[in-house]
């Protein structure tokens, strides 16, 4: 009798395989569970994410903000992208327009004018769309004077912007204006008068007019209305006492010229004058004339 038992038992083990063997895929998972485990990403296959070759695909009308996953997964959209609906949908987002669906994540052209003519957003995912602003009407002469009116007023704007441009003989020093005054000069605008402001700055004051050629594409034209009176406000450059790094950043001394003089007085100590200068390697005549204006031996 015990071996009949043992007979009917594994009859029936093997019934149940048979049974369960339905709804399992080949590699013994539950088909089921095969999409839910994809799109979590926690399920992989021998070769990667399951394969998905030999699915059917299909065409039909959908909504991305509500297609579940069979559908989406019918469209021919790979797990990786129908997860990344999922997540964007999670955290609030919609597809506004069809436009939209561009964004989903490593979509091919291939897939999108495919899917492209069977998108359909719903009403209540739409952005608002604005009524026509409406107008009183008005005869063709009043609408000539209404345009006018608003050209009028434009140009007055556009007056009280931009100040008066000098003429004549009037000049502007370019040592003491501000920005304002430097737009009047003719030939120069807001840039321009940013750029003499900031390399006054570097500098330390203008001491020529000619200075001002060294500001990129500056319009020549337009030293005739400025000149550089002489002023005892040039910023000087004390080169026994400033720093090295101090001395680089002005336009005539730079890296090189600044590094040697600070070597010299770490060797031979101060620099007497001028004169100095003309005994390092760095220094060439017409480099020295540049700096005379700016340099003190104290």
């Not at 994410?49 to 030999?54: D, S, V």
């Not at 492209?116 to 000539?144: N, T």
């Not at 556009?158 to 009037?170: H, S």
């Not at 330390?204 to 009176?229: M, R, S, Y």
Request: hydrophobic share 35%.
């Amino acid at each position: 009798m015990r071996y009949i038992y043992v007979l009917l038992a594994v009859i029936v083990s093997v019934a149940c395989l048979i049974v369960l063997s339905d709804y399992r895929n080949g590699n013994g998972d539950n088909a089921g569970d095969v999409f839910h485990d994809v799109v979590r990403g926690g399920r992989k296959a021998k070769g990667g994410y399951y394969a998905t070759q030999g699915r059917r695909i299909e065409t039909f009308r959908f909504d991305p903000n509500e297609a579940d996953s069979n559908q989406l997964l019918r469209l021919g959209l790979a797990p990786f992208q129908v997860r990344s609906i999922y997540r964007y949908r999670a955290r609030g987002g919609t597809f506004s327009t069809a436009d939209d669906f561009r964004r989903v994540y490593r979509l091919t052209n291939g897939q999108w004018e495919r899917l492209a003519p069977y998108i359909c957003i719903g009403r209540k995912y739409r952005l608002v769309s604005l009524p026509p602003r409406q107008y009183p009407e008005q005869s063709s002469q009043d609408s000539y004077r209404a345009r006018r009116d608003s050209i009028g007023m434009a140009r007055d704007s556009l007056r009280r912007t931009y100040p008066r441009k000098i003429q004549g003989d009037e000049v502007v020093d370019a040592n003491i204006a501000d920005s304002i005054m430097l737009c009047r000069v003719p030939g120069i605008g807001k840039y321009y008068a940013s750029q003499i402001l900031r390399y006054r700055r570097r500098l330390g004051g203008f001491v020529n007019t000619g200075q001002l050629l060294e500001i990129q594409d500056f319009p020549a034209d337009a030293l005739a209305w400025l000149t550089v009176k002489p002023s005892p406000e040039i910023r000087k450059l004390d080169v026994n006492h400033l720093s090295e790094r101090k001395m680089m950043k002005h336009p005539y001394m730079g890296y090189y010229r600044a590094s040697e003089i600070a070597s010299y007085r770490k060797i031979h100590g101060r620099l007497d004058n001028i004169e100095t200068l003309y005994r390092l390697r760095h220094f060439t005549e017409s480099d020295i004339q540049r700096l005379a204006p700016y340099l003190e031996f104290r």
